[in-house]
């Protein structure tokens, strides 16, 4: 455990050679200092907690599996928030390809059954009750995946646009523009439900 302790007082640069040697006790460190980042992460793309924890652990073991091709071209945290982003996005895309499926057989049943808003109870969601911020997070799905992943990244996790661009591998200005782009559909996606409920 002082092993454990020592590496945490240590350089990134330090930090990623023990992870690269194989070192459990960085790889220890590194979890414990970026679990609750990458686990709010994956709650806010995924929309439920056993969904977010199962990926945050995959998450980290590939950190733990691919670290050696860790150029050191960004901080190690950007490259763990790209890894996080990535595999949600591509969790996202499979469960969306499995919706067009499940739609395409339900042409076949007569008993289909309404989909509800799911659940949803993250930390950096500040709204007034669950049921709104259930409702945010069902128009985010509408989002593009590029506006999606900067509006999260900001407005859920708290992360400043410089970082947002090195985890996208794009500019500062691009990520201003995906924020306010993905700010002024969410608008619009909410006036519509809003309008259409009071009718």
């Known amino acids: 455990m002082l092993e454990a302790q020592q590496i945490q007082l240590e350089t990134d640069d330090q930090l990623v050679a023990a992870l690269k040697q194989g070192d459990t006790h960085a790889f220890e460190v590194f979890v414990r200092q970026n679990q609750s980042r990458v686990y ?4 806010a793309m995924l929309k439920n907690a056993q969904d977010a924890d199962d990926m945050a652990q995959e998450v980290f073991l590939d950190v733990y599996q691919k670290i050696g091709t860790f150029r050191g071209e960004s901080r190690l945290t950007t490259w763990m928030y790209r890894l996080s982003t990535n595999k949600c996005l591509e969790e996202i895309r499979r469960r969306k390809r499995q919706r067009r499926w499940a739609s395409l057989v339900s042409f076949w049943k007569s008993d289909g059954e309404a989909i509800e808003p799911p659940e949803f109870d993250h930390p950096g969601v500040q709204l007034e009750n669950k049921e709104r911020a259930s409702l945010l997070m069902l128009k985010m799905e509408q989002l593009p995946d590029n506006q999606r992943v900067a509006f999260t990244l900001h407005k859920l996790d708290g992360m400043p646009y410089e970082q947002i661009a090195e985890v996208m591998e794009t500019s500062l200005s691009a990520v201003e523009s995906l924020i ?5 559909n969410l608008k619009k996606l909410l006036k519509e439900y809003y309008e259409k409920e009071m009718i």
Request: hydrophobic share 45%; net charge positive; aromatic share 12%.
């Open 40 to 43: 709010n992460i994956c709650l």
């Open 180 to 184: 306010f782009r993905a700010k002024q």
